[in-house]
């Protein structure tokens, strides 16, 4: 399995930006699919998933302003980010696997977010 991430960049607080995450390999190992990042100096944290279903979950910290979606056909996660804030500031990563975030999920090489004014 691999997985290819790309959309991360500098955006002033309140802008938006979309991640996008392309997966290859064997489907059935790639029933949930999500995004987790790391701001410099923390640890990593969830921060959405969706299942192969569309069955979505957030973390509070971007609830209503996050959404996450996926294609099934191309395998691809995408992640919709509005009215970014400072503590936004983090790379990015996609996530996939059987259980997301699981030692045996597969993880993608990272994107950097920046909010910044």
């Known amino acids: 399995v691999q997985l290819q991430a790309s959309g991360g960049g500098l955006v002033q607080p309140g802008g938006s930006l979309r991640l996008s995450c392309a997966a290859s390999g064997p489907r059935f190992l790639l029933n949930n699919m999500g995004w987790y990042r790391q701001a410099l100096g923390k640890q990593r944290e969830f921060i959405a998933k969706?299942?192969?279903?569309?069955?979505?979950d957030y973390a509070d910290s971007v609830k209503g302003r996050f959404t996450i979606s996926r294609d099934n056909a191309r395998i691809t996660v995408d992640l919709q980010m509005n009215s970014l804030k400072p503590e936004d500031t983090a790379v990015y990563y996609c996530?996939?696997?059987?259980?997301?975030?699981?030692?045996?999920?597969?993880w993608g090489q990272g994107t950097q977010v920046t909010v910044s004014s």
């Open positions: 996530n996939a696997g059987l259980v997301l975030g699981a030692p045996s999920s597969y």
């Open positions: 969706i299942s192969s279903g569309g069955i979505t």
